[in-house]
Each structure stands twice: as structure tokens, then as C-alpha cells.
């Protein structure tokens, strides 16, 4: 019986703590920044993976709306070789005060970074010729294909085009 | 067969691309001229350009209360007003949004934020939205340079007011006042055209 008690005592002890620390993990959200030069590699991979780029920023209303469609093709398709990378535009001095309580309280799944590079007139052409710099802008690509978007996505369209490049692939 | 193949799959795809390309967004260029307009200022007066008769040109920005970016530029805008209205290049601020859409845009709070702030420059409501598509603004702030050239208003420069919008004390190129200095200089502006994050017109 006193066995049986102190093996109950163990997994409850184990079982608490490993609640705990995961629910630490969560409290402890850190985020990269990034400068043109860091953030160029991750928008040109040519590995097997079909990426999903998003420009955001928490105080865009229209890339707050359209946050959902990006985290449920996070979520259903990041075992089909899809990984969606949610790159903010949020000034470098709030990520304390805005950005991660933002992540937290709408539970935000998917990859967040945080792009710092101030000098965008260097950059914006760079990812796309055809972007004005206005957000919401999304960019999907593989090692055969590449689109750019300067609009706002539902998930039936954004699922759309993720299909159109993954024929590609 | 194989060509009559070929022949139909690049007819296919000559059909498919025809429908998807993205049209180029209208607006305009460098050296397009820049149309007038009428627009209610916070003061309840009605603004053109027509206006000002000794006006060299104008320092026109598509800009609002709302966007961030639009606030961290705030003073510079001032400043800039404060700088080059004397020498014939006065700002003229305009809020392209639709208020319905974008929360604090709306003509009260254009009002309570150029009195806060003390605008030393009209600041117009698109109403009816119908300036910003013309001059193709796509984001707050969003500039356009224009110059008197043979009684035509000729749109000098487009693009953000400098490279630095989170410290005006790190920026390192001005490109609006370069561009006015270049046009009192009697010189073309260089660059002519930048690019900078912003906030979407809400239409």
C-alpha cells in the first residue's frame, strides 16, 4: 500500500512539474530580430518545404483579420512540408509591451519574427519589385516557384494560391 | 502530335497567364501631372492648391491619425512644413481613409489631433475617396512631391519622408527635403521614388 502511495506521489509530482515547465515555455516567448541581411536566407531556401512569408504588425487591422487563415494553414499543412513564418513589422521598441502579450493572447501558433531593418526603402524591392511597402503583403515560395501578394487573404484563397505553388513542387 | 501538343499546352498557358496578371496599380509617376482638388480642411474651409498663388509647389502627404507610422512622422511633417513653407514648398496633409473602416479617422478626431499636436498645415478629408486613387497613394505616409513647371503642378517625387521612421535622430538620407533642395537648386531630384513600410488606405 505505502508503495503504491508513494509511486501516486511520484507521477503527481512528476506530472505537476512538467505542467509547469511547459506552462513557463509559454510565458517565455522571445523574438528574433532581423535585418535584410539575417531575414534574405529564410526567403530563399531551396530545400523541400513550400513557405509561407506574412508581413504583419499588430496595429495593422487588416493583417490582424486575416491572422486566422495563416494560422489554421499553419496548422493543417505544416506536415505537408508547408511552414508559415509571420514577420513582423512592429516597431523594435514594443515587442515587450505589444508584440508578445499580442502572440499570448491570441495564441499564436505559427513562426514569429520580428524584421528591424529600418532602412526599407533598401529592402521592400528586394523581396518583391512590386510591393509599395503597404501591409498586408505575403510571399509564397519553393525552390521552383515564387509569388508575391500585397493584399489581404481569406483561407480559401490563401489555401488557393498555397495549392498553385505546391503544384509546382 | 507531339507539336500540335506543345501548341495547345503553351496556348493553355499563354490563356492562364493572360488572366492571372496582376494589373499595375494606377497612379502616378514622376513627371506625370498632378490634378487639384477641394477638399475640407479641420477648419471647416474648403483647400486648393489653386490657392497659392506663390507656391513653387507643394509637399503633398496622404496621412492619418491612426497608422503608427504615420504618428512617428508627426513632428518631422511639422518641421518640414516649418522649413520649406517660406520657401515656396508648403505641406499639405491629407487623411485618405474611410472612417467607417478605420477607427479614429474619422473629420471629429482629424480635428482634436491637429489641434493637439498644433498642424501648421491644412489637414483635408478625402471624402468620397476619390484624390488618393488619383495620385496612387498605397500606404500612410505616403508623399508626393510636386513642382510648378510652366503653370503645371509636375509630381517631382513619391515615396517616404526618410529612412529612419523609429529615430529621426539615425536617420541619414532626407529624402524629401534633398528632393525640395534639389528642385530650389533648379535640379532633378535623386532619388525620385522610395519605398516605405505604412499603413493600407482603408477604403
Known sequence: MKKILFTLLIVSFISCKSDKTSEEKSNEISIKSYTYETLEPLLSKDDDKTYVINFWATWCKPCVEELPAFEKINASYKDKNVEVILVSLDFPNQIETRLIPFIKEHNLKSNVILMADVDQNKWIPKISEKWSGAIPATLIYNKNSRKFYEQSFSYDLLEKELKEIFKTY | ?203
Open chain 2, 1 to 203: 502530335m507531339k507539336t500540335l501538343k506543345s501548341i495547345l499546352l503553351v496556348s493553355v498557358f499563354i490563356i492562364a497567364t493572360a488572366f492571372t496578371i496582376i494589373p499595375v496599380a494606377d497612379g502616378y509617376k514622376v513627371g506625370d501631372t498632378a490634378t487639384d482638388f477641394k477638399l475640407k480642411n479641420v477648419d471647416g474651409k474648403m483647400v486648393s492648391m489653386s490657392d497659392y498663388e506663390n507656391a513653387k509647389g507643394f509637399i503633398v502627404i496622404f496621412t492619418c491619425n491612426h497608422c503608427p507610422f504615420s504618428i512617428a512622422y508627426e513632428d518631422r511633417i511639422i518641421d518640414l512644413d516649418k522649413q520649406y513653407k517660406d520657401k515656396g514648398y508648403p505641406v499639405i496633409a491629407i487623411n485618405p481613409n474611410n472612417p467607417e473602416i478605420s477607427k479614429g479617422d474619422d473629420f471629429v478626431s482629424m480635428q482634436k489631433r491637429a489641434k493637439e499636436k498644433g498642424f501648421t498645415f491644412p489637414y483635408l478629408f478625402d471624402a468620397g475617396q476619390e484624390i488618393f486613387p488619383q495620385y496612387g497613394a498605397t500606404r500612410t505616409p505616403h508623399v508626393f512631391l510636386l513642382n510648378k513647371e510652366d503653370k503645371e503642378l509636375k509630381v517631382a517625387y513619391i515615396g517616404a519622408i526618410d529612412n529612419n521612421y523609429s529615430d529621426a535622430t539615425a536617420v541619414t538620407e532626407k529624402y524629401v527635403e534633398d528632393a525640395i533642395n534639389a528642385l530650389i537648386k533648379g535640379e532633378k531630384p535623386s532619388p525620385n521614388f522610395t519605398k516605405a513600410i505604412g499603413c493600407t488606405i482603408k477604403k
